[in-house]
């Protein structure tokens, strides 16, 4: 058994608030310190918050005391969740790790350099040796993990087992992102009810570029490799509050003889983690819907406490060789619950002491 005290920076952001909702009973970390704004510092939690989980604000995190996001106000912590906005977040976080303090960011910034995974337990979970060849300190023990953005978690994921079993040459994807993506207070009631809105700013980026790194290979000198098919994506924000939802076209090197072979690839694919037992890891990391109108948004990415993966409507094209949909809980597996994951996997891994 595990035992970590934890601190979250960013904690009274939506993300930040995510966090102390799925860590408030877990069985290995306990928050011990909460980081913000100069404007939250020295209030307690429940004064300093806008609560707007749908939960009761935990009684013991309501009464600790906000502190600004430097790494003297963090002693005694093993490490941190980062929460913060990626205006802010590569100084402070690249300051905690050179202090010796581990960072698990959920933030954009650290996502594609060189010596910091880019982590999906299911999907790349060897990527966690990167890490030895950060030099943030001297000993090793300061250093940063990085989640995904939250529609290249899905894709990622959906992916992976596609990957190993036929190889990939393209991939379109649009993506059919909810609301609370956007943090709080978010989109406009205006610009969202009633309406679609085909541009996501600076997402679809990300979209093009973080699955090559997740689908790499590792090597023996701790860079990654990253895999050589194209994405081509489309953001679009939809009228939905959580679970984001993706349209995939897929275009394999190897050409299966018929769309059950694919099915059968999917069903047939083993976690790497599996055995691991990991409190946040789903059983069943991956379902694949047989009903043509699964996976919805509302019906299905709270499935696994948010963390499993559904994919429906696999299918051949005409244009591309298979297409399918793909959903996960955008702030749950395409965030904190992602980061927390992560944590998991390094503290099975011996990277966090």
């Known amino acids: 058994m595990h035992s970590f005290n934890v601190g979250i920076l960013g904690a009274t952001g ?72 990626s205006s802010v977040a590569k100084d402070i976080e690249q300051a905690f790790a050179t202090a010796g303090i581990p960072v698990i960011s959920n933030a954009k910034n650290h ?6 995974p880019l982590l999906v337990p299911e999907v790349n979970p060897d990527h966690v040796e ?62 969202i009810l009633g309406n679609a809105v085909p541009f996501i700013g600076g997402e679809e980026d990300k979209i093009h570029t973080e699955p090559l790194k997740l689908l790499g290979t590792l090597n023996s000198n701790g860079t990654v490799t990253h895999a050589d098919f194209g994405v081509q994506s489309t953001a679009v924000r939809i009228p939905t509050v959580e679970g984001h939802l993706l349209s995939v076209a897929v275009k394999l090197k190897e050409k299966p003889s018929d769309i ?3 099915q059968k690839a999917i069903e047939d694919w083993k976690s790497p983690i599996a055995d691991l037992d990991l409190p946040s890891a789903p059983k069943q990391p991956v379902k694949l ?4 109108r699964h996976p919805q948004p509302r019906l299905h990415s709270a499935r696994e406490n948010g963390m499993q993966l559904g994919m429906g409507r696999l299918r051949t094209g005409s244009v591309f060789d298979i297409s399918y949909i793909a959903l996960a809980h955008n702030t749950v597996r395409g965030a904190a619950g992602g980061a927390i994951l992560n944590a998991e996997l390094l503290a099975e891994k011996g990277y966090l002491n």
């Open 130 to 191: 990167m890490i030895k060849s950060q030099d943030f300190t001297a000993d090793g023990s300061g250093w940063i993990v990085t989640n995904p953005n939250c529609v290249c978690v899905p894709l990622s994921m959906s992916l992976r087992p596609i990957f190993d079993a036929f190889g990939i040459e393209s991939v379109v994807v649009t993506s059919m992102q909810a609301v609370s993506g956007a943090g709080y207070p978010g989109v406009p009631s205006l610009d």
């Open 111 to 116: 996502r594609m350099f060189d010596s910091v």
């Open 260 to 262: 059950s072979d694919v």
């Open 289 to 292: 819907y047989e009903e043509e």
């Open 14 to 85: 939506a993300v930040g608030q995510k966090f102390i909702r799925l860590l408030r009973r877990h069985p290995w970390f306990t928050i011990k310190a909460l980081g913000a704004s100069k404007r939250s510092a020295g209030k307690t939690y429940k004064q300093a918050a806008h609560w707007i989980e749908d939960i009761e604000l935990p009684g013991q995190v309501a009464k600790l005391k906000v502190s600004t996001c430097e790494p003297a106000h963090f002693e005694g912590v093993d490490f941190v969740f980062s929460g913060l906005d």
